[in-house]
């Protein structure tokens, strides 16, 4: 069964640091592009971050850019988010997510076809 | 404010038609994909319509997308109290370089 778990959400201080962990399975994980989504309190989806299957290419919401990391680890078929820096506004629900088409290379502009259940991340003065 | 534009809410009765509206600009939805996710209450987003108008496997033909111009449409025939649910459309934008959401239609069956 194709499924992806995040770990790593938890209450932190304004300024302050954090690193999400997605373990993938059921799937060839270094095929595909990965990408982090999050979601507010009781609003929209907002896209964060992607990176390819290679890991060596990766793309970030203005929102997050100079601030938060992405990175994968293919061996261990997890890839990550180190946030930095981190605001009161980016309090939300973080889900990874897996892109559809093959993207080893490239990061396809595609669609998220599998998702975690998402970790909260707390961000409090 | 969000890229794409949606209803924030709209409703039917079971057996009922709806349809969910998303406008976007010829950067986004004009000229690439349109995607479509179902939020249930307290779930992850699932994708329910890739590529304009493709069904994953698994979701059923009651629910279909089209995409003209600049903007596009999720259907749901048949509606059924387990729809109900927040839908969101997405596309990549070739000016922002980032995938952008509509702000979300929450779907109430009367």
């Known amino acids: 069964e194709v499924q992806l778990l995040e770990s790593g959400g938890g209450f932190v201080q304004v300024g302050g640091s954090l690193r999400l962990s997605c373990e993938a399975s059921?799937?060839?994980?270094?095929?595909?592009?990965m990408a982090w989504v999050r979601q507010a309190p009781g609003k929209g989806l907002e896209w964060v971050s992607a990176?390819?299957?290679?890991?060596?290419?990766?793309y970030y919401a203005d929102s997050v850019k100079g601030r938060f990391t992405i990175s994968r680890d293919n061996s261990q078929k997890t890839f990550y988010l180190q946030m930095n820096s981190l605001r009161a506004e980016d309090t939300a629900l973080y889900f990874c997510?897996?892109?559809?088409?093959?993207?080893?290379?490239?990061?396809?502009?595609?669609?998220?076809?599998?998702w975690g259940q998402g970790t909260m991340v707390t961000v409090s003065s | 404010q969000s890229v794409l534009t949606q209803a924030p809410s709209t409703s039917g009765t079971p057996g009922q038609r709806v349809t969910i509206s998303c406008s976007g600009s010829?950067?986004?939805?004009?000229?690439?994909?349109v995607h479509w996710y179902q939020q249930l209450p307290g779930a992850a987003p699932k994708l329910l319509i890739f590529?304009?108008?493709q069904r994953p496997s698994g979701v059923p033909d009651r629910f279909s997308g089209s995409k003209f111009d600049t903007s596009a449409s999720l259907a749901i025939s048949g509606l059924r109290s387990e729809d109900e649910a927040d839908y969101y459309c997405?596309?990549?934008?070739?000016?922002?370089?980032?995938?952008?959401f509509g702000g979300g239609t929450k779907l109430t069956v009367l």
């Open positions: 997510a897996k892109i559809f088409w093959f993207g080893a290379v490239n990061i396809p502009t595609d669609a998220f076809d599998i």
């Open positions: 059921g799937f060839t994980f270094n095929n595909y592009a």
């Open positions: 990176i390819n299957g290679r890991g060596d290419n990766s």
């Open positions: 010829s950067f986004n939805i004009g000229n690439n994909y």
């Open positions: 590529r304009n108008n």
């Open positions: 997405a596309a990549w934008d070739d000016t922002l370089n980032a995938w952008v």
